[in-house]
C-alpha cells in the first residue's frame, strides 16, 4: 500500500480496498535516505491500526540495499540502511521485515551467501533487542541474484547465529520463474515438500501472491493479475485452501492499475481470491 502522505494512510488505502493484512514500505523504496519517522507519524499509525483492524504485517525494505555485494562502499551502505529499516520497522510495531537476499555481481554464490549471513549477523548483533524478524525473499533469479533456489536460504540460515530471528517469504511470481512449477497439482506438492526438506515450512511467514508473465524457468520477475498469467486460477486455489498454509498471511503483490472500465485492479483480484477459498 502506499504510504502518500503519511505511513498511517496505507492502513486507510488497505481498508478502502477490503484488505485485511497489508504490507508497505516505510520509505521511498528507489531512496537512500528519507526524514527520520516522528512520534506524530507513529501516533498517527496506531490511530489508524485501531480505526481500521487492518493488520499491517510487513514491511518491505529498500531496493537498492544487497547484502551479497562485494563492493564494500555498497555494502556498507546496505547495512546502514537496513538498519535503518529494522528501526523504522521496530518502531511501528510491524513483526517482519522483507529483504531480497541480492547478488553477488560478479562474484561467486558462496560469496554472495556468505556476505549476507554475515551482514544480518551484523544487524542482529547491533539490535540485539529488535524483535522485528528478517524474511529473505524468494526470487526470480534474474541475473546473478540469489534467493532462487531453496539451498540458498538453508545455507544462509546455517550460517546466522541467532537464526531464530529469520524466516522466508514466498512470492509465487518469483518461485514460478525460477523453476519451481506450482502450476500443476504434482509442480505444487513438490515444491512444498522441497521448501519443507530444505528450508522447513516452520520458516515461512509471509506469501506474496502474483500471477507470472513468464513461463516457469524464465528467471524473469514479471508480476500480472491473478489468473491472467501462466499460474492460473488453479495454482492460487491450491494455496488458498492448503491447511498447511491456512495460518499466514496472503499479500497481493499485482501491478497497480486501472481496468479498462475504470475499476482499481487490487478489488479485482482480491475479488478473484477470495472467491477461491
Given at each position: 500500500m502506499s504510504i502518500a502522505g503519511g505511513v498511517s494512510q496505507a492502513l486507510r488505502r488497505g481498508l478502502e480496498i477490503g484488505c485485511d493484512v497489508i504490507q508497505l514500505?516505510?520509505?521511498?523504496?528507489?531512496?537512500?535516505?528519507?526524514?527520520p519517522l516522528t512520534e506524530d507519524d507513529r501516533a498517527a499509525f496506531q490511530q489508524?491500526?485501531?480505526?481500521?483492524?487492518?493488520?499491517p504485517v510487513a514491511v518491505h525494505d529498500s531496493y537498492l540495499i544487497n547484502l551479497a555485494s562485494l563492493d564494500e562502499r555498497l555494502y556498507g551502505?546496505?547495512?546502514?540502511?537496513?538498519?535503518?529499516?529494522?528501526?523504522?520497522?521496530e518502531s511501528l510495531g510491524i513483526p517482519y521485515l522483507v529483504m531480497?537476499?541480492?547478488?553477488?555481481?560478479?562474484?561467486?554464490e558462496q560469496?554472495?551467501?556468505?556476505?549476507?549471513?554475515r551482514g544480518i549477523n551484523l544487524i542482529h548483533q547491533q539490535g540485539a533487542e529488535m524483535k522485528v524478524m528478517i524474511l529473505m525473499e524468494t526470487t526470480a533469479g534474474q541475473g546473478a541474484t540469489l534467493g532462487n533456489r531453496f539451498e540458498h536460504f538453508a545455507?544462509?540460515?546455517?550460517?546466522i547465529e541467532e537464526d531464530e530471528r529469520v524466516g522466508v517469504c514466498l512470492d509465487t511470481c518469483h518461485?514460478?520463474?525460477?523453476?519451481?512449477?506450482?502450476?500443476?497439482?504434482?509442480?505444487?506438492?513438490?515444491?512444498?515438500e522441497e521448501f519443507h526438506r530444505v528450508i522447513g515450512l516452520d520458516r515461512l511467514k509471509v506469501i506474496h501472491l502474483n500471477d507470472a508473465k513468464a513461463a516457469s524457468g524464465a528467471r524473469v520477475d514479471r508480476h500480472e493479475h491473478i489468473g491472467k498469467g501462466h499460474l492460473g486460477l488453479d495454482a492460487f486455489r491450491r494455496l488458498l485452501q492448503d491447511p498447511r498454509l491456512a495460518h499466514l498471511p496472503f499479500i497481493l503483490e499485482t501491478p497497480k492499475a486501472k481496468t479498462a472500465g475504470g475499476?482499481?485492479?487490487?478489488?479485482?483480484?482480491?475479488?478473484?481470491?477470495?472467491?477461491?477459498?
Open positions: 514500505f516505510t520509505k521511498n523504496a528507489m531512496q537512500w535516505r528519507t526524514k489508524a491500526r485501531q480505526e481500521t483492524q487492518v493488520r551502505r546496505s547495512l546502514e540502511a537496513l538498519r535503518e529499516e529494522m528501526q523504522r520497522t531480497h537476499p541480492g547478488s553477488p555481481r560478479g562474484g561467486g560469496q554472495g551467501i556468505e556476505r549476507i549471513a545455507r544462509i540460515i546455517e550460517r518461485v514460478f520463474a525460477a523453476g519451481y512449477d506450482i502450476s500443476t497439482p504434482q509442480g505444487y506438492e513438490t515444491t512444498l475499476e482499481d485492479w487490487d478489488c479485482v483480484n482480491l475479488r478473484t481470491l477470495r472467491g477461491l477459498l
